[in-house]
């Protein structure tokens, strides 16, 4: 058997690969994810200099240990749930609603509006690579119709109540609109997806910029911003610390997007026209889909999902538009392939995000490892983890079929001439 037979047969065994299976597969990467991520905290604890070592194996002493790297990492983000150092393991002074944990659910919540963008695209065979510049344009919509209608409203809960869901709103329709751009030219132009959601990330990036830069920027403020919103016109946090800038209702709306975009995927005739365009488009289109407005919806709901983050960002985050937005959009791509491009996948592998988010700022400022290994290590998981995921699309989006002999027909002969 060829390599490449070889190859298809284990892209093969991947996309047939049940749900259990799947969740075994992804829990064994992780495992050697963190065996690998061990090996590389030892040989760098091992040429690192310092007065004493963190741990000893075979007499040989290591700066690093990385036992108590990967404890202090899951330990902090959850706000340090255990006493790592005492007998007593758990800790009695811990709250749930901690520092440590909020962050941890910020950039969960964040990631899931940004997964749920991509996983709607690669759903219908679609690589919006430009959710980020939807989540910029978005979340600028939303600062800036936030600052111009709030005097317009009452101060406090009733200015509230009508003003934030208003301006997710705006959000999630230039971020749709803008969505929709590339969408179109995909539909009727034929231009490839990839390049032009990557090159509309720059050009948002900039309209933003000059926008805020030359005409709406802070004139208190030296940073390129808008001027910040009122705390009546914010999520402000319910239960949690002020300063992790977690809101759980943000989190609370983005769990009801989730079912939302699950039921219209899988439940309505809009969802199934959507998968079948991504899966087989010539049996879709011989089905009687419309193939192009497809294609542009399908491109408005993925910027409109990654509007609505951009939007929650700076209503929930930052109170305000500024420059040097998080890679938010990028991080979704990962996410929605470490889920599968399932909705309900999507918000474990946020949650697994944000965990290695959180708790990398704990291993920094707890064990002393450079901030540069622990982005090693938060790579080395995504990595492993999604790598399977995306093997397994791969798998599903070519032709695995092995390659069959040519028999003849009775009559007939194998590459001869008709007499």
């Known amino acids: 058997m060829s390599a490449t037979e070889n190859a298809k047969a284990v892209l093969r065994r991947l996309t047939a690969a049940s749900a259990t299976e799947r969740i075994l597969i992804s829990f064994a990467a992780l495992v050697m994810a963190v065996l690998v991520g061990a090996v590389i905290i030892l040989?760098?604890?091992?040429?690192?200099?310092?007065?004493?070592?963190?741990?000893?194996l075979f007499g040989t002493g290591f700066c690093y240990d990385p036992v108590e790297v990967y404890l202090v990492l899951f330990n902090g983000a959850l706000g340090e749930p255990f006493l790592l150092n005492d007998p007593a393991l758990f800790n009695p002074n811990w709250n749930p609603l901690n520092f440590g944990f909020a962050l941890t659910l910020k950039e969960t919540t964040l990631l899931i509006f940004t997964g749920l963008s991509?996983?709607?695209?690669?759903?219908?065979?679609?690589?919006?690579?430009?959710?980020?510049?939807?989540?910029v344009l978005g979340g600028l919509a939303t600062a800036l119709f936030s600052f111009f209608v709030a005097p317009l409203l009452p101060s406090g809960l009733l200015g509230g109540l009508i003003l934030i869901p208003l301006a997710v709103v705006v959000g999630a329709l230039v971020g749709g609109l803008y969505g929709a751009i590339p969408g179109a030219l995909k539909a009727y132009a034929d231009a490839n997806e990839v390049i032009t959601t990557i090159m509309l990330n720059f050009i948002a990036a900039q309209i933003a910029f000059v926008l805020v830069s030359e005409f709406y920027g802070n004139p208190d403020s030296q940073v390129v911003e808008t001027t910040p919103l009122p705390d009546w016109a914010t999520l402000l946090p319910v239960a949690f610390p002020q300063g992790g800038d977690f809101s759980i209702l943000a989190l609370a709306f983005g769990l009801a997007l989730v079912v939302a975009v699950w039921f219209l995927l899988e439940q309505t005739s809009f969802g199934y026209d959507l998968r079948t365009s991504g899966e087989q488009p010539e049996a879709a289109e011989y089905g009687g889909v419309d193939a192009k407005r497809t294609t542009v919806t399908s491109m408005f709901l993925s910027g409109a999902l990654g509007g609505m983050g951009g939007a929650i960002w700076v209503l929930m985050v930052m109170g305000k538009w500024q420059a040097g937005v998080p890679a938010l959009g990028f991080d979704g791509i990962t996410v929605s392939i470490l889920a599968g491009n399932n909705p309900f996948g999507v918000v474990p592998a946020a949650l697994l995000f944000g965990t290695l988010k959180s708790g990398s700022l704990a291993v920094q400022f707890g064990t002393g490892v450079p901030k540069q290994?622990?982005?090693?290590?938060?790579?080395?998981?995504?990595?492993?983890?999604?790598?399977?995921?995306?093997?397994?699309?791969?798998?599903?989006?070519?032709?695995?079929?092995?390659?069959?002999?040519?028999?003849?027909?009775?009559?007939?002969?194998?590459?001869?001439?008709?007499?």
């Open 43 to 56: 040989v760098s604890g091992r040429i690192t200099t310092c007065q004493t070592a963190a741990t000893t």
């Open 118 to 135: 991509v996983a709607v695209s690669f759903r219908a065979g679609l690589f919006n690579i430009g959710t980020q510049g939807q989540l």
């Open 373 to 419: 290994l622990v982005g090693v290590l938060r790579g080395l998981i995504i990595l492993f983890v999604a790598m399977p995921e995306f093997f397994r699309m791969l798998g599903s989006a070519i032709d695995l079929e092995p390659d069959r002999e040519t028999v003849a027909t009775d009559g007939g002969s194998l590459g001869g001439d008709d007499e």
